[in-house]
């Protein structure tokens, strides 16, 4: 049985780079039995964006101090760093 989590995906415009980690996150997840219900916005619209959100990816820097856990990572650009990535994405959402 799977669990279902909100995620929220951030970039500097909501659109190309957030799209490409969420369809990255949301397979790697699924293979890892957690259900994503996905979210994209602008880094700079977070905050208004958080409301039942169990964890921020982001390509890009945050607001300090957010109420939900974040992760921020290019590994899903670069592909350098995408296993840990995807191990501390898991572990945050099965917290």
């Known amino acids: 049985m799977s669990i279902k989590k909100r995620v929220l ?3 500097g415009t909501g ?3 957030s799209t490409v980690v969420s369809h990255a996150v949301v397979e790697a997840m699924k293979e890892r039995g957690i259900d994503i219900d996905p979210r994209q916005c602008k880094a700079t619209e977070v905050r208004s964006e958080l409301g039942g959100m169990d964890l921020i990816v982001s390509t890009t820097q945050l607001p300090s ?3 939900v856990p974040s992760i921020v990572t290019l ?3 670069t ?3 995408k296993a840990e990535a ?5 572990a945050a ?3």
């Open 79 to 81: 592909g350098m760093g």
């Open 65 to 67: 101090e957010l109420p």
């Open 9 to 11: 995906f951030a970039c």
């Open 93 to 95: 959402l099965r917290a």
């Open 75 to 77: 590994a899903f650009l």
């Open 15 to 17: 659109i190309a780079t």
């Open 86 to 90: 995807l191990d501390k994405i898991e």
